[in-house]
């Protein structure tokens, strides 16, 4: 009659097999909180130079009010500004491409692209 053995080590075996999925799993989980973190800056950041521009009604202060707001990399962020005809608004969108932080995950993930408008009223 055969002996069973008992499972001694099978609890590390399963662990060690584990980690990897485990720890990718987790990169991914902080990359995704990074970039929910840049997409609320760079909402706040188009509200502030649309502030801006309505303010001073000049469209050249628009990028330097979004990269004062939040810290942005300024290579990465592009600033459109548009005076909507007969409305008196001023719409300023911003686009960021948000990098991936994790050297593991970008092999995988490309820089994701946020976009964040704000329109408000011109105070000529």
């Known amino acids: 009659m055969a002996r069973r053995r008992a499972p001694r080590g099978q609890a590390t075996v399963e662990l060690a097999l584990l980690m990897p999925v485990l720890m990718v ?18 909402t706040h950041s188009a509200r502030e130079a649309a502030r801006a521009v309505a303010v001073s009604n000049d469209a050249d202060l628009a990028r330097s009010a979004a990269l004062a707001a939040a810290r942005l990399d300024p290579q990465r962020l592009r600033v459109h500004v548009e005076e909507r005809a007969g409305t008196g608004n001023v719409a300023v969108r911003l686009e960021y491409r948000s990098p991936v932080r994790f050297p593991l995950l970008g092999i995988v993930l490309d ?11 011109s105070e000529r």
């Open 111 to 121: 820089d994701v692209v946020l976009s964040g408008e704000a329109v408000m009223r």
């Open 25 to 42: 799993a987790a990169l991914f989980l902080a990359q995704l909180a990074l970039a929910a973190r840049d997409q609320i800056m760079v």
